[in-house]
């Protein structure tokens, strides 16, 4: 791998990290470029160069934040298993690389929205950990005041529109958001994100129909883990590369375990969508827990399988040996900001426990948006003891 | 007072059918009816203290239809504003003005650009708005339904037609998970200010497959409100408050009233969302009807009448919040019910009503609710059979003479 040496180095003392650090770590924007593991595949379309642009700020961060992703992930599955998240809970490691490619090369003017497995996307997007685990554990202070739950994560300021727990169903939903931005004539894209069993879903191409035939900016990204719950992709689609699905629609296949990658494949999709109209990203990815917390994920792949993925294709540990050959941190540096976002995340969890859970009457508020600014009677007025019909 | 409140529903209807004879059937007409509107000019300004007080609050906000008396129309025609037009005209008419004053407002659905829409009702608007504005998709109800949500949670209204409501089944998934239910699973996040219109009910012998009524199917999905027109006036005045309305609205049009024909004001009016519409006040018992079977219970009005029965006709409008206000001082005054309408009897709008009636109201009725819906089957081809599934007027009298015995 060609690796590009740096010229200098400063010994600024990096963000809010512990002063128990000996050697400063760069923080400036010192440039690197990173060849990615793997070239890309396109489809109707001249792929992207290999190299990709970063930096060491963008390096650390990178690691920083996915390793915090992980930890959240795996505090996750513990606080399942204790009983404290009930329900349905998808977890994302293994995924990380695809969420924190995809916002290194947006703004928040771009939209994402994606099913079910979105804590970490919300985190991505500027969410804090304890609105996550807030909200995990059904607490008032969740993102969407403990009435959403696991599947429904939102952050309107920073256009992430969730959190979908219906397969496919927020693909049209991205597109028209991406219709709201070519309305509105902002210079924004939509990343309407699904996996690879719900590519199969008959709506994904009715909304890229009609995005094709209206030349939105909706850029469609295919997390394809390679199993849609217990059904492996060779089982479910007669046609495996999803990248080509669009069939007039171009396509990317991308190494989704290679943050660069990732970042590189965003900026092209971007920059082509605001031209050309939709185009398909396909993120080869892998998780490592089951398809949620009540699948082992075992029964339908072998542990030899998930190991070797670990083994070879982690995507922290491939950030890991690019900041340790750059000399960007030494690995005890690296450890302590693993066993620091640890305690940060406990740190939340114990926050979480101690918000209380909604009041009562959280149960009747926002179902209707009341009035429209004028005086307007509704059926509930005193006289009448109904509620709600 | 008899306990046997579903007996006497379901006994009521089988009465109604058994004495029901085709040869005397007097054919119901459907287009024009300014003969059934003028049973309305016997009014009073009935309804009791609450009109009055609802017109001395509402005639600061000039905008709301006042009172929600329906003759209050009638009074801008007798003085002589006023402009005369057909339904779908009306439909148009209010959404023109509503894409004027917003810019936010985009029409989506099949053939309502370059078409004029099938219904005529979005017909000039695209070359007035353009094609951003006036969109013509393809035939994908699941996906348009939903790309309008999407748009509608950045900020858009869109109003998004079936071309037939049966056809928005295929869209049942987006109309309940996300139209209904993201303002809620947000937490307050997003509001979903979409509008979802169609024609719905019994044609002229459309088949079983488009002559739906899915009022019944969408009314439990929390979140939306479900609105049915039925009139011109009453036409454009929802179509508009739908609109302004931040949540979302399904706009119930019926397949047979486009045609009709009403003069309604010139100046600008909404009409209440979520308020009933006293059709004809009257003394001896409540009528509660919605859409086409407002002119068949009109019609069974006049031959009541001349039997000597004074009914009280609400036209509900909105079907979903039910006005129990508008409908509650109704039955505390007559005491008597019969609902008139043409969702299916399993399910239907109607079964809610009589629940809600019943547990609101139940000291202050004489006899149970009595309720008049289509017959449970798919709709029928031949005309003759295709009138026996719909409520016809003769057993809507019979079912008043039984009720007021």
């Known amino acids: 791998m060609a690796l590009s040496r740096l010229s200098s180095r400063s010994n600024i003392i990096s963000r809010p990290l512990s002063a128990a ?4 770590i760069s923080t400036d924007t010192t440039p690197i470029t990173i060849e990615t593991s793997l070239p890309f595949t396109a489809h109707l379309c001249d792929p992207p160069s290999r190299s990709v642009e970063s930096s060491t700020q963008e390096l650390l961060s990178f690691f920083r934040t996915m390793a915090l992703m992980r930890r959240m992930e795996i505090a996750a599955d513990s606080l399942y298993k204790a009983k404290l998240i009930r329900g ?64 429904h994560f939102y952050k309107k300021d920073s256009s992430f529109y969730g959190g979908h727990g219906i397969v496919g169903a927020q693909v049209p939903l991205g597109c028209g958001i991406a219709f709201a931005q070519k309305y509105s004539k902002e210079e924004a894209v939509t990343f309407a994100m699904y996996g690879d069993g719900a590519a199969n879903q008959g709506q994904l191409f009715e909304a890229l129909n009609i995005s094709a035939l209206w030349d939105l900016p909706s850029i469609l990204v295919c997390e394809n883990n390679h199993y849609g719950m217990g059904t492996a992709e060779w089982r479910a689609a007669k046609s495996p590369s999803y990248y080509k699905r669009g069939d007039y629609v ?42 949620s917390m009540s699948d082992p994920g075992s029964t339908y792949r072998t542990r030899d399988e998930i190991s070797g993925v670990r083994q070879e294709r982690d995507p922290i540990e491939r950030i890991k040996k690019l900041v340790l050959s750059h000399d960007l941190a030494t690995e005890k540096e690296l450890k302590d900001m693993e066993k620091e976002i640890r305690k940060e995340v406990d740190d939340a969890i114990a926050k979480a426990k101690d918000c209380p859970m909604p009041e009562p009457s959280e149960l009747f508020t926002n179902v209707y948006v009341k009035g429209f600014g004028t005086e307007s009677f509704g059926a509930d007025r005193k006289e009448v003891k109904a509620a709600l019909p | 007072m008899a306990a046997r409140i579903h007996g006497g529903a379901g006994a009521g209807a089988a009465t109604a059918l058994s004495t029901f004879n085709p040869k005397k059937l007097v054919a119901p007409s459907r287009t024009n009816l300014p003969a059934a509107r003028s049973s309305k000019r016997c009014i009073v300004a009935g309804g009791g203290s609450d009109a009055s007080k609802s017109l001395s609050v509402r005639h600061s906000q000039k905008l709301i239809a006042s009172a929600a008396v329906a003759t209050k129309a009638e009074t801008s025609a007798t003085t002589g504003t006023g402009h005369e037009l057909l339904l779908f005209e009306a439909l148009q008419e209010g959404l023109e003005e509503e894409m004027d004053r917003d810019p936010h407002v985009c029409v989506m659905g099949e053939d309502v650009g370059h078409y004029g829409g099938s219904y005529k009702v979005t017909k000039g608007l695209a070359d007035k708005f353009g094609d951003l504005r006036v969109l013509d998709t393809p035939i994908c109800e699941n996906a348009f339904t939903g790309m309008g949500i999407g748009a509608a949670m950045t900020g858009l209204r869109p109003v998004i037609e079936g071309m037939n409501m049966g056809f928005l089944l295929l869209a049942f998934n987006q109309i309940s998970n996300n139209c209904g239910m ?41 979140g939306i409100q479900m609105v049915a027109c039925s009139t011109p006036y ?96 109704s039955v505390k005054k007559t005491h008597r019910v019969l609902i008139v309408e043409e969702c299916m009897r399993t399910g239907g709008i109607g079964a809610s009503l009589t629940a809600a009636i019943n547990e609101n109201f139940h000291d202050y009725l004489d006899a149970p609710v009595m309720c008049l819906s289509s017959q449970d089957v798919p709709t029928p081809y031949a005309g003759t059979l295709e009138e026996w599934t719909v409520v016809q007027p003769a057993q809507i009298v019979t079912a008043v003479e039984q009720l007021c015995q």
């Open chain 1, 21 to 24: 650090f000996r050697r400063s």
């Open chain 1, 88 to 151: 349905f809970c998808h977890l994302y490691d293994g995924q990380e690389a695809v969420a924190i490619g995809m916002e290194a090369a947006i703004t928040k003017k771009d939209a994402i929205i994606t099913a079910y497995r979105d804590h970490c996307i919300f985190l991505g997007r500027g969410g804090s950990l304890y609105e996550v685990f807030a909200e995990l554990m059904g607490r008032q202070d969740g993102c969407s005041r403990g009435k959403g739950g696991s599947m």
């Open chain 1, 250 to 291: 171009p396509g990317l296949k991308v190494d989704g375990m290679d943050a660069f990658a990732v970042k590189q494949a965003c900026k092209f999709a971007k920059e082509h969508a605001l031209k050309n109209g939709p185009i398909i990203l396909e993120m080869d990815t892998y998780r490592y827990h089951g398809h």
């Open chain 2, 182 to 222: 993201l303002h809620y699973t947000s937490g307050g996040q997003f509001t979903i200010p979409v509008v979802i219109r169609g024609p719905g009910g019994v044609g002229r012998q459309l088949g079983a497959e488009h002559s739906q009524r899915l009022e019944s199917y969408f009314q439990s999905i929390p």
């Open chain 2, 234 to 329: 009453n036409a454009k005045g929802l179509m508009k408050a739908a609109i302004r309305s931040e949540n979302p609205v399904i706009l119930f049009e019926h397949v047979l009233l486009y045609n009709l024909k009403e003069k309604i004001p010139d100046e600008e009016y909404i009409c209440n969302l979520e308020e009933a519409e006293m059709v004809r006040p009257g003394e001896h018992i409540t009528i509660l009807t919605y859409s086409r079977m407002r002119y068949h219970v009109m019609q069974a009005a006049k031959t009541l009448v001349n039997k000597g029965y004074d009914p009280e006709v609400i036209d509900i409008r909105s079907l979903k919040p039910f006005d129990l206000y508008t409908i509650g001082n």
